[in-house]
């Protein structure tokens, strides 16, 4: 596949394209931009969020539990990734490994009563 026009453009520009395909509800073609911006700028962690989200949306469910992990590792408070987890594991039928992580996104985000 020529991916060209996927990695075309500085990373402001790239990042800036992918969040209109994200907005257009294209998240195939936004997780192919976002993928080459991650490997290009990995400890930023708006571009890998957004790549997840993309693989989400898209039922690249393990890509996208994959990116989160790598979140999460690097940001163990990061609510936002936790709960996204969660969600994707519930995708993918892992409602155990699905509660630990919404348990935790819940308290991070100060949600004691859904615990």
């Known amino acids: ?7 075309h453009g500085t990373p402001a520009e790239r990042w800036e394209r992918a969040r209109l395909f994200f907005d257009a509800k294209d998240y195939a073609a936004a997780a192919r931009v976002l993928d080459g911006l991650v490997a ?3 400890e930023q962690t708006g571009p890998r969020l957004l790549l997840a989200r993309s693989y989400y949306h898209s039922a690249q469910l393990r890509r996208a539990e994959a990116e989160l992990r790598i979140v999460v ?3 163990p408070v990061e609510h936002y990734a936790r709960l996204m987890l ?8 892992r409602q155990e490994e699905a509660d630990a992580q919404l348990r935790i996104a819940s308290a991070l985000a100060g949600d004691f009563a859904e615990l």
């Open 40 to 42: 290009e700028v990995p």
């Open 86 to 93: 969660g969600r994707t594991l519930e995708r993918q039928g």
């Open 1 to 7: 596949m020529d991916t060209r026009y996927y990695d």
């Open 73 to 75: 590792e690097r940001d």
